[in-house]
């Protein structure tokens, strides 16, 4: 029997949702849209987060090139992750939106940047 | 404008970031010579050190980064024509004489490595320079100077522009967001942190951001303490912390957190500088200028948006106020007169109104912020004594903007032309 209490992530409206019930058949409320419903189920079966972070650049002058994951990971492979983004070599000149890994890990989860560094 | 020529331009904007830009976009839109003036080397503000998603839910209809969210904003006002001149700090900004026909012409003193110092003259002039932070020099926290103590935002630079990690274990002072952002990015580079202290027996920043930035990494939240002292002589080696009871601290439960790293997050200050000097009146609860209903200052044709002129909550928040002004400099610029103004004023549990005028010939907003926590409040508009307009809110806090849309039949019916009072009830 579950029964947890999670603040949504989706928006800053940060609803305070309550999740009871088993885990194949949870009850939710507090809820202002669909997308919170989601986020509580995900929260109790596989919590993901969306990660950022920033690369380092070939050229210690410029600066680094954020990125983001380009869908939420799955919260047990955040730290792999990361050790992939900070140990990939980043050649300039990168566009907003281009690869910086793709298909992590066999996860289909991409890396992409996030600012177009020249 | 590069040759040292004397064009007049119709919209100069001091400040490239999300109000800069988005006012932009809407003025060159509608076909104003527009120049955003940003001090940085590219355009964004500080949105390009914000690199954490959550941006642009509003604005974008889409869930975008802070870099996502520059880009996208710069693009457009580049694409409506509007210019951006980076790496340009504006020295001083002034009403020079005499005018050209109706309008007093503004003068916009600059300074670049690409065009040395020129001088822009403007029939209008949007302030939208944005904030900086409080520092350790604005809370009396006593001890040392050692090395080690940073803002939250100057570690955001340092992490995600410079690419540098400031130490191993730190101790955030302060629940703001920028503070609690920051805890996740110091964890997920492997820095250790230690604790969140804040005075207030809530937190600062959004309830999203205790969740996924503080309650994903165990990280403690200190409520209602105060950091007594920050150890350490030529680094920083702990923090005294005391629980405060009644307001006072409480220093036989005090305890410490070594650390080697101090952020503090601890507010934000509109940068009014320019503004001062200029002549500029500030309203002394928010630090930005005095508004009217066109969010136009005490000088003529000289605007103000963004968290010049309030802090905001988000950055959505901010261009929307900034499209809003966009769209009174182009009327103001079109000749429209402002018609009896009717004055706003905070009353009871609210600690300020923006703008401090509404214009009865349409809808208003007002942004607001309240004294204190609230459950099921109620937010009332008196005018001449009588209750005009009135509204309950579910949860109401300091750190949350209140955003009010007054309907013009509001103020129809009313026929009042006497101050709006704005005040907030529990219960």
């Known amino acids: ?118 | 404008m590069s040759d040292g020529s004397f064009d007049i331009i119709e919209v100069v904007i001091i400040g490239g970031g999300a109000a800069g830009l988005s006012a932009g976009r809407i003025t060159a839109a509608a076909g104003l010579t527009t120049a955003v003036i940003e001090r940085d080397s590219c355009a964004g503000g500080i949105l390009n050190q914000c690199i954490h998603n959550g941006f642009g839910l509003r604005y974008f209809r889409e869930e975008l980064t802070g870099p996502e969210y520059a880009e996208k904003a710069a693009e457009r006002a580049t694409e409506a024509g509007c210019r951006i001149f980076t790496d340009t700090t504006v020295l001083e900004l002034s009403v020079s004489e005499p005018g050209n026909g109706k309008y007093k012409l503004k003068k916009i003193l600059c300074c670049s490595p690409e065009y040395g110092v020129m001088e822009f003259f403007a029939k209008s002039v949007i302030l939208a320079m944005g904030s900086r932070e409080r520092s350790r020099g604005n809370l009396a926290i006593s001890g040392h100077r050692p090395a080690g103590v940073f803002t939250a935002g100057a570690v955001q630079r340092l992490m995600n522009i410079n690419g540098y990690v400031p130490g191993k274990e730190a101790v955030i002072i302060g629940s703001g967001d920028v503070g609690l952002i920051m805890a996740r990015r110091l964890s997920w580079a492997g820095v250790k942190v230690k604790g969140v202290v804040e005075i207030m027996p809530y937190p600062a920043g959004l309830p999203r951001n205790i969740a996924q930035c503080l309650e994903d990494f165990d990280i403690p939240l200190h409520l209602s303490c105060r950091t007594m002292r920050i150890n350490g002589r030529h680094r920083v080696e702990s923090v005294d912390i005391a629980p405060l009871e009644n307001g006072r601290p409480v220093l036989n439960r005090a305890f410490s957190l070594s650390c080697d790293t101090v952020l503090m997050s601890v507010g934000l200050i509109p940068e009014n500088e320019l503004s001062k000097k200029a002549g500029v009146a500030l309203n002394p609860v928010t630090g930005g200028p005095v508004v009217d209903s066109r969010l136009m200052t005490g000088i003529d044709g000289i605007f103000a948006c963004g968290n010049v002129l309030h802090i905001h909550d988000l950055a959505d928040y901010v261009s929307a106020e900034a499209e809003t002004a966009g769209k009174h400099v182009i009327e103001y610029l079109g000749g429209k007169v402002k018609r009896g103004e009717i004055k706003t004023l905070p009353g009871a549990a609210v600690r300020y109104v923006i703008p401090g005028g509404a214009d009865p010939a349409s809808d208003n907003t007002f942004y607001m912020r309240s004294a204190g926590v609230m459950e099921r409040a109620r937010i009332n508009i008196h005018q001449d004594g009588r209750l005009i307009y009135s509204r309950p809110l579910k949860y109401v806090k300091p750190a949350e903007m209140l955003k009010i849309e007054l309907p013009q039949a509001v103020l129809k019916e009313s026929h009042g032309s006497g101050v709006l009072e704005f005040s907030l009830l529990a219960g």
């Open chain 1, 1 to 118: 029997m579950i029964n947890e209490q999670r603040i949504c992530i989706g928006c800053p409206a940060g609803c305070r949702l309550r999740i009871s019930g088993e885990k194949n058949n949870l009850e939710i409320s507090g809820n202002r849209c669909a997308k919170g419903a989601e986020y509580a189920c995900n929260e109790i079966n596989d919590p993901r987060r969306t990660v950022t972070a920033a690369a380092l650049p070939d050229q210690p002058d410029r600066p680094c090139c954020p990125v983001k994951s380009d869908r939420p990971v799955p919260v047990a492979i955040i730290g792999r992750l990361l050790a992939g983004i900070y140990s990939t070599p980043v050649k300039l000149p990168v566009k907003r939106g281009e690869y910086l890994i793709r298909n992590f890990a066999g996860t289909d989860i991409n890396v992409i940047f996030t600012r177009t560094v020249n």
